[in-house]
């Protein structure tokens, strides 16, 4: 017998059936917060083309200053085939710097995390390159180049190598001493250590600087452009801005920046995607909480 109904009172059970609908509010309220997470970002983009509007239109802006939304959309669709070349001469820069910088990047990270005097010998010039601007070191490039296209193409790659490597020697380093011990204990060898403890940790650094280095790349393949001063048919979205500025084609210039604006936009979301999936599971930065 308990002390309540020793003392005459009934006992007091728990309201279970109060507890059962929660899972189904707590996954209403999760689906809302995702409507929300597209919702907003929309609206607001909708909110801000119908204000560009209203303001071309309310004080009789010329287009060859500041076109409405409806003629960069028309200019989108008529020179499509112009812009789409480019386009593509754009990303076939930018996806094969940042390839470059992936491999360079991440292997010269595993061999100074080895190796002590390779990191004092390399390091220094890295961050050299990284810190001098790309306007800067371009014209020397184009010099000793075979072609105007490796040009850029070391240009992209000088600008995006830096945060992977930077990032992934961070991570490399950041292995935690405990765990260090512990394979030296068990008698791990150096290989063993990298490919089992050292790497998978360094993993969430390595992402973080894919995302950086991703939006990096397309920007130092315009910027490289525009210091190589390239033209022609086979050139890149950089030359149709300068193309459009130097015709007062303004709604063609918008369309190229909206299309420049939604790649990096698709690259960056691309980048975060495959670090989530790559950390959903198991990483801090990347797991749901409650709280």
Not at 32 to 51: D, G, S, Y
Request: with cysteine; proline share 6%; aromatic share 10%.
């Amino acid at each position: 017998m308990s002390a309540l109904e020793e003392q005459g009172q009934p006992p007091v059970s728990a309201p279970a059936k109060l507890d059962e609908p929660q899972p189904v509010f707590a996954a209403r309220d999760t689906t809302f917060e995702r409507l929300l997470k597209v919702l907003i970002p929309v609206a607001m983009l909708v909110l801000l083309v119908l204000l560009w509007a209203w303001y071309v239109k309310a004080y009789n802006v010329p287009h060859y200053i500041l076109p409405s939304p409806l003629r960069v959309a028309q200019s989108l669709v008529d020179d499509w085939g112009t812009l789409s070349s480019a386009l593509l001469v754009t990303l076939k820069i930018t996806f094969t710097a940042l390839g470059i910088a992936l491999v360079g990047g991440v292997g010269l990270a595993v061999l100074m995390s080895q190796s002590r005097w390779i990191e004092l010998a390399l390091y220094p010039y890295a961050v050299i390159l990284q810190v001098t601007p790309i306007v800067a070191i371009a014209p020397l490039i184009l010099i000793y180049a075979p072609s105007t296209q490796s040009a850029l193409l070391i240009c992209a790659w000088i600008v995006a190598f830096f945060p992977v490597l930077s990032n992934t020697t961070q991570g490399l380093k950041s292995t935690d001493h405990n765990l260090l011990n512990l394979f030296e204990l068990y008698g791990a060898t150096p290989w063993q250590t990298l490919v089992y403890l050292k790497l998978p940790n360094a993993l969430p650094y390595f992402l973080a600087g894919l995302r950086i280095a991703g939006g990096l790349a397309l920007i130092a393949a315009v910027v490289a452009e525009f210091a190589a001063g390239s033209a022609g048919a086979g050139s890149g979205l950089a030359y149709r801005l300068l193309e459009s500025q130097f015709r007062l084609n303004i709604p063609r210039l918008f369309a190229a920046l909206i299309l420049l604006s939604f790649t990096g936009v698709l690259i960056f979301a691309a980048t975060s995607l495959l670090s989530h999936l790559l950390l959903r599971k198991w990483h801090e930065s990347a797991l749901k909480r409650e709280n």
